[in-house]
């Protein structure tokens, strides 16, 4: 005689428990034998229907995690490591460096910088007027067509 448990055995399309005495067979054409718990698995198995796209069937759940009643070791979730590392073309000692020194300093450097770019523009600015003084005709302006060669025109001095 056998168990109980032997005998149960599980439906091909919705895997449900069909328990001795219950169910249907159906063989197709090819010689495979499918079981159903009633005639609703069965109708929509004929129907080709999925049955991972209903709520109620054992692979439904399955696949959605429903009424798993012990927590599996839960996956832990990898922090990321932080560690410093140096851009292009700064080292990280020099990052540090500037982290650290204070905002005093910070910016009085800032100053010194702003006014050191001040002063080579003024210089600039200087050799540009000497430069412009010592040749009179560098800067003057003429139309576009002088400056394609067209001919200048004499001013009439007659009246």
Not at 67 to 78: C, D, F, L, M
Not at 138 to 143: E, I, L, R, T, V
């Amino acid at each position: 005689m056998t168990s109980l448990i032997e005998e149960r055995r599980t439906t091909d399309h919705h895997k449900c428990t069909i328990y001795p005495s219950r169910g249907r067979t159906f063989i197709r054409g090819d010689g495979r034998t499918f079981r159903f718990l009633n005639s609703k698995t069965e109708s929509l198995f004929h129907q080709r229907k999925n049955p991972r796209k209903f709520n109620w069937t054992v692979v439904f759940r399955k696949m959605h995690r429903k009424g798993i009643s012990e927590e599996v070791a839960k996956k832990r979730t990898r922090r990321a490591v932080k560690y410093n590392r140096a851009i292009v073309g700064a080292s990280w000692e020099a990052i540090n460096a500037r982290r650290n020194e204070k905002t005093e300093i910070r910016t009085a450097a800032r100053a010194e910088a702003v006014a050191k770019a001040k002063a080579a523009r003024k210089e600039e600015a200087s050799k540009r007027k000497a430069a412009r003084t010592s040749n009179p005709t560098a800067g003057q302006k003429f139309s576009k067509q002088q400056a394609r060669g067209a001919q200048v025109k004499v001013q009439a001095n007659s009246r």
